[in-house]
């Protein structure tokens, strides 16, 4: 775990990528008819070339622990792929908005995993910062429509987040031998083979789209798989993993605001106080960084 207060250009970073992430939504949305498994393969295999390029430049000599780095990124990898399929299944069986806010419980499986396992010391303020966010988060997710279903989507809305706080945490750990441009090439590498082999074992067409929805595919390859994911992997390996999962929860601000800005969509006053206490609880994180127990870390 990395100590002290968070580097401001990796918070930065981070951030940033998260918003772009934004973009996702909309992008996925234009994708149709594709099924989620090729979505995801494409936004892949279309981010693929750039990536691969990007990890060839910044290529490290041999030295020890990055055969393991590399094994970590690609278990980020298929952790990722496990959290958007399982994702994209409970949005069948409950609503958006209730699949989306469970998702965010993932800072909530990074902090304990960090205290549990990885000898990390949380400060108040940094416990305070996350309930903060999640009670946006819930905000957010009620301004929705979120209510319970089933219970099905519920439980695997909640299977995702731990899938997505997994990812986060291999990621992390990843990032302490593999430049960033590496370490996405790895996650890339690995989701693209994880897509493309669940969408041929459920029968996805992966041909036979229309224009609009090949233009979205390679928005969802260029803008939010290299762009938004080398941000979020460069500031990754500049903030600890606790810091990088709550920076991610400004996606779905991101998408808030950009669902208002684009798609004409009203922004109403409970997704204004959650878009507020989203992004105060991740101020008041990144203004308390964790303490590393003696000997552990």
Request: include cysteine; glycine fraction near 14%.
């Amino acid at each position: 775990m990395r100590a002290g207060t968070p580097d401001p250009r990796g918070l930065a970073a981070l951030i940033l990528g998260a918003s772009l992430l934004g973009f996702a939504a909309m992008l996925v949305r234009w994708a149709a008819p594709a099924g989620p498994l090729a979505v995801g393969f494409y936004r892949m295999a279309i981010a693929l070339p750039p990536v691969a390029w990007l990890a060839w430049r910044a290529r490290a000599s041999a030295r020890p622990g990055l055969g393991r780095a590399r094994v970590w990124a690609g278990v980020a990898g298929l952790c990722f792929v496990g959290d958007l399929w399982m994702w994209h299944t409970s949005l069948h069986h409950t609503s958006a908005a209730n699949a989306t806010l469970l998702v965010t419980l993932a800072p909530i499986w990074v902090a304990i995993v960090s205290v549990l396992w990885l000898g990390a010391r949380l400060r108040r303020r940094f416990w305070l910062g996350v309930f903060l966010a999640l009670g946006g988060a819930l905000i957010l997710g009620l301004a929705k429509g979120a209510r319970w279903g089933t219970g099905l989507g519920e439980l695997l809305g909640a299977l995702a987040s731990l899938a997505y706080g997994a990812f986060t945490l291999a990621l992390g750990r990843a990032r302490q031998e593999l430049s960033a441009p590496e370490a996405l090439f790895w996650v890339v590498l690995w989701c693209g083979l994880g897509f493309g082999l669940l969408g041929l074992a459920q029968g996805e067409a992966f041909t036979g789209y229309p224009a609009r929805a090949w233009w979205a595919l390679a928005g969802l390859g260029i803008v939010v798989q290299v762009v938004a994911w080398w941000f979020i992997t460069w500031g990754m390996g500049h903030v600890s993993t606790n810091m990088g999962a709550m920076g991610l929860m400004t996606q779905p601000v991101a998408t808030v605001i950009l669902g208002w800005f684009l798609l004409g969509e009203s922004v109403k006053p409970m997704q204004g106080l959650g878009t507020l206490l989203v992004l105060a609880g991740i101020a008041a994180c990144a203004f308390a960084p964790p303490v590393t127990a003696p000997g552990k870390g």
